[in-house]
């Protein structure tokens, strides 16, 4: 077992779905009547769970109830067409073959995280995998970061958090772990993860393993 531990951020660092997540929000929305949203009034709110990101946009503890349900039963049909990006798999195996322990800390609610990510057979990898209704605070507090290390058995300070946005990097700087700027998916804004100074930087999921090997 390695003294270092790599935590993932999901979205956009995993999964190829942050397309896909904007197009459930819209769904649900106009399911219970509501006007849709642009893509970057939706974004903005990404690494918090669907359900605490309708009740900012509603207002409505009801409404955005109804909303949370509409977007995980359309997650769950979008499923099968949500992929891993080129190279996770082989990442991921690679970090397994080295012994290096991982774990997932995402801005998902639990419910749909498990619809995710259940196809793609991704569980096994994890020592422990942390939604965003586990935690009180949502990213950019390292909460979950943390949880997910001592989960890992070990001090913060050894393990990467790997995502695709400045919150997830703010996350990891709170935490006292190392920041992991996850450029592969071309919706990420490559000037503002440079501006939060990251510990790494790769383009290339695979990249990542030099830090170990």
Known sequence: MHNYGVIFDCDGTLLNSLGHATTSFNWALEKIG?????????????GRGANRIFLQLLGDETKAQRAFDSYCHHQSELALDIQLFPGIQELLQGL????????????????????????HNLGKYFVTMIADNH?????????????????????ASNTYYVGDSTMDLQAAKAAGA??????????VDIEDMNRENPTH???????LLSIFE
């Open 135 to 155: 935690l009180p605070k949502s990213k950019p507090a390292p909460d979950g970061i943390l949880l997910a290390a001592s989960r890992l058995k070990l001090d």
């Open 96 to 119: 397994n073959e080295l012994d290096v322990p991982m774990a997932i800390v995402t801005g998902r609610h639990e419910r749909d995280l498990e619809a995710i990510l259940s196809r």
């Open 34 to 46: 509501e006007a849709r949203r642009t893509p970057d009034e939706i974004k903005k709110f990404f």
């Open 201 to 207: 930087q790769f383009s290339r999921p695979i990249e």
């Open 178 to 187: 190392k920041s992991v700027a996850a450029l592969w998916d071309p919706l």
